[in-house]
Nanobody, 124 residues
Framework: QVQLVESGGGLVQAGGSLRLSCATSGRTFGRYSMAWFRQAPGKEREFVAG????????SYADSVKGRFTISRDNAKNTVYLQMNSLKPEDTAVYYCAAPLPYTALYPPPRYEYWGQGTQVTVSS
């Protein structure tokens, strides 16, 4: 079982930056690809960014390419989402998630583990 705890959300003006963190439990973090999703009010949850378990490959939604960066620190059992040039349309609850161990990002896997989410609000 993998427990995921997000932090770092908040209120920021358009053009600003935030860094989200997702801390995990256990000593097996390095086996899991990790991803960030978001869900805005009235909208479906959508994939934002992902990184493979070995950190070699990353993937981004078109809407965040060039603005967001996903990274991981296996020594700290933590995955990060650096969000720059934020826009009001980035407002959402952000979730981190993990599929089963050693699962690639493509084809899109089933994500088995989810955090509770952290709110990001971007004001115009």
């Amino acid at each position: 079982q993998v427990q995921l705890v997000e932090s770092g959300g908040g209120l920021v003006q358009a053009g600003g930056s935030l860094r989200l963190s997702c801390a995990t439990s256990g000593r097996t973090f390095g086996r899991y690809s990790m991803a960030w999703f978001r869900q805005a009010p009235g909208k479906e949850r959508e994939f934002v960014a992902g990184v493979t378990w070995n950190g070699i490959s990353t993937s981004y939604a078109d809407s965040v390419k060039g603005r967001f960066t996903i990274s991981r620190d296996n020594a700290k059992n933590t995955v990060y989402l650096q969000m720059n040039s934020l826009k009001p349309e980035d407002t959402a609850v952000y979730y981190c998630a993990a599929p089963l161990p050693y699962t690639a990002l493509y084809p899109p896997p089933r994500y088995e583990y989810w955090g509770q989410g952290t709110q990001v609000t971007v004001s115009s």
